[in-house]
């Protein structure tokens, strides 16, 4: 059962990307986003993972 909704921005930014692309023979390469702020200073991209077994996706 779904206890919490997190928001994880960058999957936003990605999927946003991806709809900007196109995902066929219409894409364009690459997306530049600007302004983004980041939230996660020095911290290490391991420090967001859930534990595995709070884990619905792995």
Known sequence: MLQV?????ADSLAAAAVLVMGE???????VIIHGAR?????????SVLRPRDEDMFR
Request: charged share 10%; hydrophobic share 30%; net charge negative.
């Open 5 to 9: 909704s997190e928001i994880a921005p």
């Open 24 to 30: 066929a023979a219409e894409g364009t390469p690459v």
């Open 38 to 46: 980041g939230g996660g200073g020095n911290q290490p991209a391991g």
